[in-house]
């Protein structure tokens, strides 16, 4: 069974930054690639950015050039380093593994960008 952590949501100012960061139960190096996605109100869940096994990156036209992500194998952690926030990247941020055809979620952590 896989267990994905998040951590480092909460409020921040407009402007500011924040990491994010997903703690997996066991090497991230099984998995074929890991994610953030987000949900805010009213909105359908949209992937943030992506990281694979290869070490391969992909963002979101709106958060390109603003977030990073990042892989840690000894901590078997990846990150979401998050900068020059704006009120529009409020949401809930899920963690994402993808093993082969399985997939797995993390139960979200909240970010909250206003003044």
């Known amino acids: 069974q896989v267990q994905l952590v998040e951590s480092g949501g909460g409020l921040v100012q407009p402007g500011g930054s924040l990491r994010l960061s997903c703690a997996a139960s066991?090497?991230?190096?099984?998995?074929?690639?890991m994610g953030w996605y987000r949900q805010a109100p009213g909105k359908q869940r949209e992937l943030v950015a992506s990281?694979?096994?290869?070490?391969?990156?992909n963002y979101a036209d709106s958060v390109k050039g603003r977030f990073t992500i990042s892989g840690d194998d000894a901590k078997n952690t990846v990150y979401l380093q998050m900068n020059s926030l704006k009120p529009e990247d409020t949401a809930v941020y899920y963690c994402?593994?993808?093993?082969?055809?399985?997939?797995?979620w993390g139960q979200g952590t909240p970010v909250t960008v206003s003044s």
């Open positions: 066991g090497s991230i190096l099984r998995f074929n690639a």
């Open positions: 990281i694979t096994s290869a070490g391969s990156t």
């Open positions: 994402n593994a993808r093993l082969s055809h399985l997939e797995f």
